[in-house]
């Protein structure tokens, strides 16, 4: 049973290109989640996704950053005009519900050059 | 969200039980102590969840005490693939459950 599953990797891109980050949940897992690790720190909450709904974006910044979760495919966290401030490790969890214990992809790292 | 509070290191010998303290006095009735770790550079593992009575699985016990500001994990044999931060987390109150945060946790350095 595959886990939660992230690509890439690894992803490099410069100032002003757009970083695109998918995230494939657990199967049977509807609910996923985005949390972004800036160096040195701990993982911070950005949003909340149910298939073609955001439940919740509370943690997402206000401006280039989106996320979507269609009815066929990924979950994709979507970053445009990266900066250098957005070079971190994006992790991706997943869940049966809302009030279920989340599982965590490998996480994409991203560097802004 | 209730505050939790760890030791930022521990160390324990391969082949012991490692006992990860973790403090959460300002806890509410319906907060859930949930255990998670991240071994260096890897996403965060789920190991364990409680909300009053002691639990446990393959990975781990989880004591909670009767007033529940406090929690202990429990890795009774400890191996050096354990070695990673440990993290305690008081999930949201109020319908945002989902919404983990992570503290600075603890470095448990399991040594040979």
């Known amino acids: 049973n595959a886990g939660v599953m992230q690509n890439p990797r690894h992803l490099v891109r410069r100032r002003g290109q757009e970083a695109r980050l998918r995230c494939s949940p657990m199967?049977?897992?509807?609910?996923v989640y985005w949390y972004r690790q800036l160096p040195e720190e701990g993982l911070k909450f950005m949003v909340y996704?149910?298939?073609?709904?955001?439940?919740?974006e509370s943690g997402m910044p206000k401006e280039r950053f989106s996320a979507e979760f269609p009815k066929e495919g990924p979950s994709i966290l979507r970053i445009q005009q990266v900066v250098r401030g957005d070079s971190a490790a994006y992790f991706c969890?997943?869940?049966?519900?809302?009030?279920?214990?989340?599982?965590f992809g490998p996480g994409t790292r991203l560097t802004v050059t | 969200d209730a505050k939790t509070t760890q030791p930022p290191s521990m160390d324990c010998a391969e082949g012991r039980a490692a006992n990860l303290p973790c403090n959460h006095s300002?806890?509410?009735?319906?907060?859930?102590v949930y255990w998670y770790r991240q071994i260096h550079s890897q996403g965060p593992q789920y190991i364990i969840h409680?909300?009053?009575n002691n639990e446990t699985n393959e990975m781990a016990s989880l004591i909670i005490t009767e007033d529940r500001k406090s929690s202990t994990l429990i890795l009774p044999h400890a191996t050096l693939r354990d070695t990673a931060v440990y993290y305690c987390?008081?999930?949201?109150?109020?319908?945002?459950?989902?919404?983990?945060?992570f503290g600075k946790g603890t470095l448990l350095t399991v040594n040979p």
């Open positions: 969890a997943s869940s049966q519900g809302s009030v279920y214990e989340q599982y």
């Open positions: 199967k049977g897992h509807s609910h």
């Open positions: 996704l149910q298939k073609e709904n955001i439940i919740d």
């Open positions: 300002t806890i509410s009735g319906n907060e859930y």
């Open positions: 409680g909300l009053k």
């Open positions: 987390i008081v999930t949201g109150s109020g319908g945002s459950n989902y919404k983990l945060t």
